[in-house]
Structures are given as structure tokens and as C-alpha cells.
């Protein structure tokens, strides 16, 4: 008989799972596709948000800073572990949940500068401690391989709700605690990885920024969940964060998706917004649409460009621009 973990679908999750798929229904992919600008900032948040967790201090300045290759202050460590956490969140749309060698690669990804072994389970005894309390000791190292393929097969097979297996999921994967560090880091991105492959848009979501303002909360979900031996309470816990989430980005979803009154930007102003909605626009189409002629077009290009906010990819004649800053 294959492994199943053990949780419960009260009332109150069928409710969050319908709340969230109506809000899923309502905010729209497109909006956040069509702004790299938004994507990346949310990418900054989710990244700060899950080191922070973890008690890195980089700001979203500073890991902004990394992620757009400028020297920053920070030990080698705290770097590192900006960097790993770049390299494994820029893997997720190639990822497939269920697959235990793309878990390993992505531990590699975020860990390889950080633990001599990472990309492996760990071989030791493993306990997590507030101060000198022990709140939780993991199953023994020889048990992780099996247990880890038994979760990995559950994933392939499970019939219930994506958003129930992404958070049973994250909760039994910590309960594992298969590496030696880096599993709460991991847990999080694999709950994105599985939300995404349900509804792409969780790839430009900031949930682990969200968990990140509820981290009192979160443990305390996880705690109440072993005390039960079963995930029921971790999962409602993230499906309020999930449903949460989406209600934050429900706002600024809707201001991007508003009416701009071009002429009422400055012209630079004004054609980063078409830039945003159409990578591919000519000069005489931001001309048109903004009411400028193309003199003056030109001139609001050339000091984006020499801002470093702007840059031409390709010929003019088959190329595209590229927003190259958030600021």
C-alpha cells in the first residue's frame, strides 16, 4: 500500500480552497506577465522574505543589488545565501515537484557555496531547538531516502486539491528535515514550485514575504501540527497566507491593469509603461500613443537609456526593449 500522509479537509479548509480558486479566477496572470518590473519586485520580496526567516539580514536593496550583479556590503556567508536562493528561485519553472533529483538539484542550487554536501540528505541525527528545548527531532538519517520517495510518490498520485498537497507537502518535508540546513528555505519554494504547476501566476507571488510577516504564526502552525501528528492545522495556516497573499496582490493587479492616461506622464515616464505592456513597441507607435512626436520620443529614450532604465535587445528592425531597472 503507497504511503499517504495523514491530515484532515475540515470545513474550514474546503472554505479557503474555494475562497482561493475564486480569487485565483478573479486575479490574472497576464497583468503580472506583461511587468517585468513587478515580477522582479516580487521576486526581491519572496527572496527576502525567506532568508529573513532564517535570521539573514539583507535588505530588499540589497538583495535587489545582488540580483542585478552590483558589489554589495554583507558577510561571505549572508551572500551566499542570497545567491543560492537567486539561483534555485530562477530554476522553478524548469523544476517538476515530483521528481526527487530535481529537489537534490535545487538543494545544490541554493546550498552548494554554503554546505560541503549539499544536493545530499543529510547522513546524521538532526534536532531543532529554541534556546535549549528540543521542539522536534527528525525521523534517523537512514529513514530520509525512503521517506523522501514515498513523499515524492504521493505528490505524482494524490487526488485531493493542489493547494492541500503543496501545503501537506511543505509541512511533511519539514517534519523529514532531510538536509542538514536549508529545509525551511526549501519547503517554501517547493510549496510555490507545486502552487505554480497548478496556476503559473505563483511564480511572480510573493507568498514566502507573506509567511515572513506571519513567522510566529507559521511555527506555531508547525508545532501544533506534530503535536497532532497530522498537518491539518498547517495547512489551514497556509492556506490563509496563500488566500492572503493573493488578496495584497489582488490590489496592485487592478492598478496595473487601469487605464493610464499617457499624456498625463512625463514622456520617459510614458514609455516605460508601453514598454511594459508591449517589449516589442516601435518609436512611432510610443509616438502615437503617448502624443509626442519622435524627436521627442527619441530624447526621453536616450535618457532612459543613459539611466541604465532602458536598453534595445536586437536590430530595431526585428529587436525588442528590455526594462533594466526598478527604480
Excluded: C
Aim: proline content about 5%; overall charge negative.
Amino acid at each position: 500500500m503507497s504511503y499517504s500522509p495523514p491530515f484532515s479537509i475540515t470545513p474550514e479548509i474546503l472554505n479557503l480552497v474555494a475562497a482561493i480558486s475564486e480569487q485565483v479566477g478573479v486575479l490574472k496572470a497576464d497583468a503580472f506577465s506583461a511587468s517585468p518590473q513587478l515580477r522582479k519586485q516580487n521576486r526581491i520580496k519572496t527572496i527576502t522574505g525567506t532568508l529573513a526567516i532564517e535570521g539573514i539580514t539583507f535588505t530588499e536593496e540589497q538583495v535587489t543589488a545582488v540580483l542585478d550583479g552590483k558589489p554589495v556590503l554583507g558577510s561571505v556567508r549572508e551572500l551566499a545565501e542570497v545567491k543560492g536562493a537567486i539561483k534555485a528561485y530562477e530554476a522553478l519553472p524548469y523544476l517538476k515537484p515530483d521528481q526527487l533529483d530535481h529537489l537534490l538539484e535545487a538543494h545544490a542550487l541554493m546550498m552548494s557555496d554554503l554546505l560541503a554536501h549539499a544536493g545530499a540528505f543529510r547522513t546524521q541525527a538532526v534536532g531543532i531547538h529554541k534556546g535549549e528545548e528540543v521542539h522536534h527531532i527528525a525521523p534517523p538519517a537512514h529513514r530520509v531516502s525512503g521517506l523522501m520517495a514515498d513523499l515524492m510518490q504521493w505528490i505524482a498520485s494524490a487526488k485531493v486539491h493542489p493547494l492541500i498537497v503543496s501545503s501537506v507537502f511543505h509541512y511533511e518535508f519539514e517534519f523529514i528535515h532531510p538536509f542538514m540546513d536549508g529545509n525551511g528555505r526549501l519547503g517554501r519554494l517547493w510549496q510555490t514550485l507545486i502552487l505554480s504547476k497548478w496556476r503559473p501566476l505563483f511564480l511572480a507571488l510573493p507568498l514566502e514575504s507573506v509567511i515572513k510577516d506571519n513567522q510566529e504564526n507559521y511555527y506555531r502552525a508547525l508545532e501544533e501540527a506534530d503535536k497532532l501528528a497530522e498537518s491539518t492545522p498547517f495547512i489551514h495556516f497556509m492556506l490563509s497566507v496563500i488566500q492572503q497573499t493573493l488578496a495584497q496582490n489582488a490590489l496592485v493587479n487592478a492598478s496595473i491593469d487601469a487605464p493610464v492616461n499617457l499624456a498625463a506622464l512625463k514622456t520617459p515616464q510614458a514609455v516605460l509603461r508601453l514598454v511594459e505592456e508591449n517589449p516589442a513597441i516601435t518609436r512611432q507607435e510610443m509616438a502615437e500613443r503617448i502624443g509626442k512626436d519622435l524627436r521627442t520620443i527619441g530624447r526621453a529614450i536616450a535618457k532612459l537609456r543613459q539611466a541604465e532604465k532602458l536598453r534595445r535587445i536586437g536590430s530595431d528592425k526585428d529587436g525588442h526593449w528590455e526594462i533594466t531597472d526598478d527604480e
